[in-house]
C-alpha cells in the first residue's frame, strides 16, 4: 500500500469510526451471532495477492460488526466500563506508526521520557503522596502496565523479593526453599479474580480474607488472621487492598490496612482498577486515606478516564524490588546510559512495549482535568438517578450503596426470581447487564459505561427494568 492509498484507506476509516461512535446507540448492543459464525463467511486461506481496501472495509460492517458487541454504547450496563476517545484513538495511529519497542531507555528514549512524565502527571491529578513522583526524587515513579492483573502480579512479585531478601539477611544460610512454601497474602474476599490468579502464578499461599457488612475488608480482621498465621509459622509478605471491588464496588478500608501493613511489616499493594479515575475529583480522594503507607498502587486509565486499553497505571514507591526481582541481564539489551532513566523492562513481565504514554498525553491535553472531573461526575449522577428510581419503586431494593457509576440491585425475593430478572432484561436485546453474587445474594450491576450514556438513556435502562420486573413480579403471582 502507498502514501496515496493509505490516505484514501485511512480518511475512509476516520470517516467510519466517526460515524460508528457518534450512531452507536442506534446499535443492537449484544450481538446475537452464534458461536463459530464468522469461519463459513471467510476463506479458509489468507489471499496470495493483495485485495482492494475497500472490499476490506465492505467485510467490516458485513461480517465483524454483527459479531460485536458495542461496549461503547448507551445501553451497554455489563462489567466496568472501558475507556473511549478521539485523542486516545489519534495518540494510537502515532504510536502504531512509530512503532518502537521501548524495553529500554536507549531503545526510544522518548518512550521512556513521556511515560515518567505523564505517571507524574497522573499522579498529581489524583492525589498520591510526593513519594510515588519520579520528579520527586525520593525512589518512587510510575509505569504504565498492559492490565491491572498484570499490576497486581508485579507487586506480588516484588514483595516475595522483599521478603526473600529481608529473611535471607538474618541468616545466609536460609535459602529460599525454605521461606517459600511460608509465604502468605492476603486480600478481600470480594478482590478481583487475577488477585487468585497472581497468587497462583507466584506460587504462594493467597488468603480470601472475610469482609464486613458493607463488603469492605477491615484492619481487625486482616490483624487477626495475620497473628495466626505468624504464630502457625506462616510469613506474611503481601495483602492487597480494593478501592472498588468488581462485584458491587465497596472499598476496603484502606486507612486501617496500611496501618496493619506498617505493623506487621508487609507490602500493601492497592487495586484500585476501576474506581481510581474518581480520584481526579477531590471529593473521591477520602476513600484513598492511609495511601501515603502503601508501597504499590494501581489503577486503570483504559477503564473510566477516556484512555483506550491498554493502560494501567502503577506506581512503586521503591521499584527496586521490583527491578531487581526481574533482572536478567543479557548483553544485547544493555546500554551505556543505563541508570540515568528508568528502563522499564525491568518493571514489567514481557519485554515488549508499547508507546502507550502517547495516548495519555494527548488525552490529559486535548481533554483536560476540568472535563474528565465532569464526565466522572456525570457517571456518578446517573448511578444516583438510576438508583433514586429503584428505591422510590416497591419491587425493588439496592444490594448496596452506591458510590460510583456502579448500581447493584435486586427485586425483592429469592435468587432465582432475580436470575429470571436478568435473563429476561437481557432476552429483550434493549440493553446489557451482568450479575454478581455476593455473599449468597445474586443481584444485577447497571454500570454506566459509555461517555454517551445520558439522562434519556437511564429512562430506557429504567423503563426496561421495570417492565422486566412487573413481567417477572406477575409470573410469580
Ligand atoms: N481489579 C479490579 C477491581 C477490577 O475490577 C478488574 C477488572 O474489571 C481487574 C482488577 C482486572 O483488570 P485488568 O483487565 O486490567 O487486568
Keep these: 500500500m502507498d502514501f496515496k492509498e493509505f490516505k484514501e484507506f485511512s480518511a475512509d476509516m476516520i470517516n467510519y469510526v466517526g460515524n460508528y461512535l457518534e450512531n452507536i446507540r442506534d446499535r443492537k448492543v449484544l450481538s446475537s451471532v452464534k458461536p463459530g459464525y464468522l469461519r463459513p463467511l471467510l476463506p479458509a486461506e489468507a489471499p496470495n495477492d493483495p485485495e482492494n481496501w475497500k472490499d476490506v472495509m465492505n467485510d467490516v460492517e458485513k461480517l465483524i460488526m454483527p459479531g460485536v458487541t458495542h461496549w461503547h454504547s448507551p445501553r451497554f450496563h455489563a462489567y466496568f466500563p472501558t ?95 525454605d521461606v517459600v512454601p511460608k509465604l502468605v497474602a492476603y486480600s478481600s474476599e470480594l478482590s478481583h479474580s487475577s488477585v487468585e490468579r497472581a497468587g497462583l502464578l507466584g506460587g504462594v499461599l493467597l488468603r480470601a480474607v472475610a469482609t464486613d457488612g458493607e463488603h469492605k475488608l477491615r484492619g481487625d480482621t486482616l490483624r487477626d488472621i495475620i497473628r495466626k498465621d505468624r504464630a502457625d509459622g506462616l510469613i506474611p509478605f503481601f495483602v492487597v487492598a480494593t478501592l472498588g471491588t468488581t462485584s458491587c464496588c465497596s472499598f476496603d478500608r484502606l486507612d486501617e490496612i496500611a496501618e496493619v501493613g506498617k505493623e506487621e511489616d508487609i507490602w500493601v499493594h492497592v487495586d484500585a482498577a476501576y474506581a481510581g479515575s474518581s480520584f481526579v475529583c477531590p471529593e473521591y480522594r477520602h476513600y484513598m486515606k492511609g495511601v501515603e503507607l502503601v508501597h504499590s498502587f494501581n489503577f486503570n486509565p483504559h477503564k473510566w478516564l477516556q484512555v483506550t486499553f491498554d493502560c494501567s497505571a502503577m506506581w512503586l514507591k521503591n521499584p527496586n524490588y521490583v527491578i531487581n526481582a526481574f533482572n536478567v541481564d543479557p548483553l544485547y539489551l544493555k546500554h551505556e546510559l543505563e541508570g540515568q532513566m528508568p528502563d522499564y523492562r525491568h518493571w514489567q513481565i514481557p519485554l515488549g512495549r508499547r508507546f502507550r504514554s502517547l495516548k495519555m498525553w494527548f488525552v490529559f491535553r486535548l481533554i483536560g482535568v476540568a472535563n474528565l472531573q465532569k464526565s466522572i461526575r456525570k457517571d456518578i449522577n446517573l448511578a444516583h438517578e438510576f438508583a433514586s428510581r429503584l428505591e422510590n419503586n416497591p419491587n425493588f431494593e439496592l444490594f448496596n450503596e452506591v458510590t460510583m457509576g456502579l448500581v447493584c440491585f435486586r427485586i425483592k425475593g429469592s435468587n432465582e426470581i432475580n436470575e429470571a430478572l436478568l435473563k429476561k432484561i437481557n432476552d429483550r436485546g434493549k440493553i446489557y447487564m451482568v450479575p454478581s453474587k455476593v455473599k449468597g445474594s445474586f443481584f444485577l450491576r447497571m454500570a454506566i459505561c459509555s461517555k454517551y450514556t445520558q439522562m434519556e438513556d437511564i429512562n430506557v435502562t429504567w423503563n426496561e427494568v421495570k417492565e422486566a420486573g412487573e413481567i417477572i413480579m406477575s409470573n410469580e403471582k
Design 83 to 177: 475507556a473511549n476517545s478521539y485523542p486516545a484513538i489519534v495518540a494510537d495511529i502515532l504510536s502504531d506508526s512509530i512503532a518502537c519497542i521501548g524495553f529500554s531507555w536507549i531503545s526510544s528514549p522518548a518512550c521512556t521520557e513521556l511515560e515518567v512524565v505523564m505517571m507524574d502527571w497522573l499522579a498529581k491529578m489524583i492525589g498520591l503522596p510526593e513519594m510515588f513522583l519520579a520528579s520527586a526524587g525520593q525512589g518512587g515513579g510510575g509505569v504504565i502496565q498492559g492490565t491491572a492483573s498484570e499490576a497486581t502480579l508485579v507487586a506480588l512479585l516484588g514483595a516475595k523479593a522483599r521478603m526473600l531478601q529481608k529473611i535471607k539477611a538474618t541468616d545466609p544460610a536460609i535459602v529460599d526453599s
